[in-house]
Nanobody
Framework: QLQASGGGLVQAGGSLRLSCAASGRTFRTYGMGWSRQCPGKEREFVAGITWSGGSTYYADSVKGRFTISRDNAKKMVYLQMDSLKPEDTAVYYC????????????????WGQGTQVTVSS
């Protein structure tokens, strides 16, 4: 019910845009975002946005390079990734939390299927 797309292979310095479509109950969330699993590293929540008000969060590792946005009418969340680095290589998951508490604690109720992003040097 969270359908992510837009991953692929890009050279360092390039850009990609990830999209996440929310359907059914997954749209009734407090906030959504993107987590990533880099090879050999722990899962990292890199960007988040609330449906109401559009408050955003960025991990330090992506701040200034990634931009998260939402389209409430289309029930879509996007992650624009610019100035990509090889260390951004990961599987990116669209995630959603049904309450503010869960969102803040990164205790997500919904996970998409993941989309691979590979950045070559």
């Amino acid at each position: 019910q969270l359908q992510a797309s837009g991953g692929g292979l890009v050279q360092a310095g390039g850009s990609l845009r990830l999209s996440c479509a929310a359907s059914g109950r997954t749209f009734r969330t407090y906030g959504m975002g993107w987590s990533r699993q880099c090879p050999g590293k722990e899962r990292e929540f890199v960007a988040g946005i609330t449906w109401s008000g559009g408050s955003t969060y960025y991990a330090d590792s992506v701040k200034g390079r990634f931009t998260i946005s939402r389209d409430n009418a289309k029930k879509m969340v996007y992650l624009q990734m610019d100035s990509l680095k090889p260390e951004d290589t990961a599987v990116y998951y669209c995630v959603g939390a049904t309450s503010a508490t869960k969102y803040v604690l990164r205790n997500f109720d919904y996970w998409g299927q993941g989309t691979q992003v590979t950045v070559s040097s």
